[in-house]
């Protein structure tokens, strides 16, 4: 294997646009199966206590490193699909399809699927269930977890998907995208790089100093410390993406960055700063280095979302009829189930939806 300097003429991080041969379709499925590995010991003890990566940094898990990639990614990618067009119905649509039909049938699954196959009483399950919540949170991108508290009784985490909460700072940031995008283009840079200063102050601020209501609070950042992480990685991908030919990229200095970031995920302070700056840069590196084992990747169908909203659900079913088994061998058979939702997911579902927004263009 052979890692080179990124394919850029001036070693430098190109767009995703012009440059085809990326790994974010690996690095998407890495993110997914890291999640994947962080839930499972967490839904058996109900804490972190062995967790890897919490054991080996004791600052942050593998579950959070991942959802800060996903959001790293997505405001590189997102930020560039603006630019290339600026329609606001166009960006929106496009965004609504991609998030909202295969998140739908996921809530629909578990609800009406999984919720049934992890209770004593069926009958009393379903008569439990608030069909007007259900619908209302499901539009608000919210977890299925207020049905009716029956699924997974006695378990810890007995929720139905306690995964998929971050989904709705995900779209939030997308609306924040639109907002920034019509501000014209000379202004979208110097703004993105406030909102991530600004972000990222506000992780460092304590959480119960941030716990102010105000009207609309729910529907526009629901919880303030979640948001502000969330936002604050999202906007360190706009960034990169802004100034992504300014930046060198090259192995060396990747490997530099690397050891200092590992360094620093040791220390005792919120790793949202050294996540969005240098583990930004060591993630765009990977993204666009030519890895040759990782270029059967290219060619796959992008099926992370799919494990992402499932991934959950499966866990909690494994541990429901499996209680006895390794956590771990039950991560390997979650992993490979996950992997056949997510395709499922994307043929049945995501792709069609994206391929109709494409032909209405």
């Known amino acids: 294997m052979a890692l080179s300097t990124l394919a850029a003429p001036t070693n ?6 012009s440059h085809k041969n990326n790994n974010f379709n690996f690095l998407r499925l890495f993110f997914a199966s890291l999640v994947l590995i962080s839930h499972a010991p967490q839904l058996r003890d109900g804490d972190y206590r062995r967790e890897p990566i919490m054991q080996f940094f004791g600052t942050t898990s593998a579950g959070e490193l991942a959802v800060y990639g996903f959001f790293l990614l997505s405001g590189y990618l997102i930020v560039g699909s603006w630019q290339r067009k600026t329609d606001l119905l166009y960006f929106l649509n496009k965004r609504v ?14 609800v009406f699927i999984v919720g049934p196959l992890a209770v004593p009483d069926v009958a009393a399950y379903f008569q439990k269930i608030n069909y007007r919540w259900l619908i209302s949170g499901t539009m608000k991108l919210r977890p299925p977890e207020q049905t009716n508290g029956l699924a997974f009784a006695g378990q810890p985490s007995p929720f139905l998907n306690g995964a998929v909460w971050t989904i709705a700072y995900e779209f939030r940031c997308y609306v924040i ?11 979208q840079k110097p703004v993105w790089v406030s909102l991530l200063v600004i972000s990222l102050a506000f992780t460092l601020v304590p959480a ?3 716990d102010i209501p105000f009207p609309g609070r729910e529907l526009l950042i629901d919880n303030p410390n979640a948001f502000f ?20 990229a090259t192995g060396r200095k990747a ?20 996540l969005s700056t240098l583990g930004a840069y060591f993630l765009f590196w990977v993204a666009f280095a030519r890895i040759s084992f990782l270029d059967s990747f290219q060619n796959m169908s992008d099926i992370s979302y799919g494990v992402y909203l499932y991934g959950w659900p499966i866990q909690k079913l494994l541990e ?11 991560v390997v058979v979650a992993f490979g189930l996950c992997c056949v939702m997510g395709a499922a997911s994307w043929h049945l579902i995501e792709k069609h939806f994206i391929a109709g927004q494409r032909r209405q263009a």
């Not at 992480?229 to 060198?248: D, E, I, K, V």
Request: with cysteine.
């Open 12 to 17: 430098s991080i190109p767009t995703a646009a």
């Open 97 to 110: 399809r991609r998030i909202y039909p295969a998140f739908i049938v996921a809530i629909i699954i578990s």
């Open 177 to 187: 995208t639109a907002l920034v995008g019509l501000l014209g283009l000379k202004r």
């Open 208 to 210: 119960d100093l941030l």
């Open 229 to 248: 992480r969330h936002l604050s990685m999202f906007s360190a991908g706009a960034c990169f993406y802004f100034f992504r030919g300014a930046l060198p």
């Open 255 to 274: 490997a530099l960055v690397g050891i200092v970031l590992f360094a620093l995920l040791f220390l005792p302070v919120p790793p949202t700063v050294a």
């Open 320 to 330: 429901w009829y499996f209680p006895t088994v390794s956590v771990w061998v039950l």
